[in-house]
């Protein structure tokens, strides 16, 4: 009997993702969302005959801001070329993109300790969109995207599961974020993804599939798991088909379909854009100067909470996916308990409402007993809410008390409630343990309290 075949799943991403420089990448239309159909155009991003395109400065800065944050080569030289095909709102039959000599190259992005490799990063020209309204038989152009400039990053077919593309997807938004050159939103179509995905033995392989019309991180990765399951399923049918093919994700039925061939480079017969020279980033820009100035990137962050300050998982991820609480948190943990100011910021949501000052305060205030947790959820929050200060607040709550003393007052005046909880009755030791919290105004701890009166009487 033949052993079963063990199937390797190899996928890699091709990500767009729109910059968001003031103005489009060959002209000076303003690059920006919403307005009139085709209200942001002129001559250059209208493909009209005879205009010459100049490089925005902006986007080439943003490129290489990301490929050096994804540790690639800056080649010394780098260039446009000319990118062929038809297709409505395409005007000049043909975009300006990069092939050869992209502006960066080899580089990587860790995830959960695995390397990504990065073939190419490079700059070209955004398509228009087409609109097709309900019940008619026709499409409408706007124009108003034709020119924006695109980053693109195309990864090696280092993926081997749909759970580590989504991964994979959301760690580049998230450093996209950090470098500020990008909101890189799915849903608003500023982050785009084309997925490539096989399936191998070790000596026999599907043809790859390319998966596009996927427009969130959910849809990736459900595309590409029913991609891999019937690649899986077909594998001995599908390792003799040579070629590849390129899909669409119907999200409605959650499955794929084919659309076509997959274009080889040589179907867009490549040639350099003649109107745009030669460029060299280093004669313009100074690289080691733009590395320095790269912010701590989403990994590094990582690295620091959970090895300077011990923190969950859990809270790694909140405060590293909110550039602004990771800021705040590194500001509060300088000066008190960093893991205590970690579990009131993600577990309890709360911080970053307050000023920087009074949340150290709050957690000293904690970190050295003299306020309780019950407190806090039950009076400092609340009142913060209603706008009081925190100082004020500080300042009316009770001094410390012994917990011993209190809970043999509370017990003495409070005869009936114990006969009753000596009954069975277990309502009336909720009763004892809320009297005590009202006498501190919530500052003792309900569980040593519970503790302290079941011995006690």
């Known amino acids: 009997m033949a052993m079963p075949q063990k199937l390797q799943t ?29 209200q942001f155009t002129c001559p250059i991003c209208l493909g009209y005959p005879g205009v010459l395109p100049v490089p925005n400065q902006k986007a080439v800065l943003y490129t290489l801001k990301l490929g050096l944050a994804l540790g690639c080569t800056i080649p010394k030289e780098s260039k446009f070329d000319r990118k062929h095909y038809f297709y409505p709102d395409l005007p000049k039959n ?68 749909p759970e580590e593309a989504k991964i994979f997807l959301k760690d580049l938004q998230l450093l996209v974020r950090y470098l500020q050159i990008s909101e890189a939103d799915m849903e608003k179509g500023q982050l785009r993804c084309d997925a490539n995905i096989s399936v191998n033995s070790g000596t026999k392989m ?15 990765e459900s595309a590409l798991k029913y991609e891999e399951k019937r690649l899986k399923d077909n594998f001995n049918d599908l390792s003799k088909i040579k070629g590849k093919r390129t899909l669409t994700w119907l999200e ?101 409402t307050l000023e920087v000052n ?52 509370i017990i003495a005046s409070n005869q009936d409630a114990v006969a009753n909880y000596k009954k069975g009755k277990t309502q009336a030791l909720q009763f004892l343990i809320g009297q005590v919290m009202r006498e501190t105004r919530g500052q003792a701890d309900p569980v040593e309290i519970e503790a302290l009166l079941k011995k006690m009487i």
Request: charged share 30%; glycine share 4%; with cysteine.
């Open 10 to 38: 190899k996928i890699g991403l091709e990500i767009h993702i729109e910059l968001n420089t003031k103005t489009k990448m060959f002209c000076r239309c303003p690059n920006k969302s919403g307005g009139n159909p085709n």
């Open 94 to 161: 043909y975009q300006i993109s990069q092939y050869d000599m992209p502006l960066a190259k080899n580089g990587y992005l860790k995830i959960k300790s695995k390397k990504i490799r990065i073939d190419r990063v490079h700059l070209e020209e955004d398509a228009g969109k087409l609109i097709h309204p309900t019940g008619a038989d026709y499409s409408l152009v706007d124009f108003n995207r034709s020119g924006v400039p695109l980053v693109e990053v195309v990864t090696a077919p280092d993926i081997s599961s």
């Open 206 to 220: 599907t043809p790859i599939f390319e998966i596009k019309n996927m427009n969130s991180f959910r849809a990736v």
């Open 252 to 352: 409605e039925f959650q499955r794929t379909e084919e659309m076509r061939l997959k274009e080889e480079a040589s179907d867009y017969r490549y040639f350099p854009e003649p109107d745009i020279p030669l460029m060299r980033p280093a004669k313009v820009f100074d690289l080691q100067e733009l590395k320095t100035a790269l912010p701590l990137l989403p990994e590094q962050r990582r690295k620091v909470l959970k090895e300077k300050y011990s923190l969950a998982d859990k809270e790694v991820e909140v405060l590293v996916n909110k550039q602004r609480w990771f800021d705040y948190f590194m500001s509060v943990a300088a000066k008190v308990d960093g893991r205590l100011a970690a579990d009131w910021m993600v577990n309890e949501n709360l911080g970053t």
């Open 358 to 409: 009074d949340f150290i305060l709050l957690i000293s205030q904690l970190q050295k007993g003299k306020i309780s947790r019950p407190f806090v959820k039950q009076t400092v929050i609340p009142a913060l809410r209603k706008g009081k200060k925190l100082n004020k607040i500080l300042k009316e709550a009770p001094s410390s008390f012994d917990s011993k003393a209190l809970v043999k007052k």
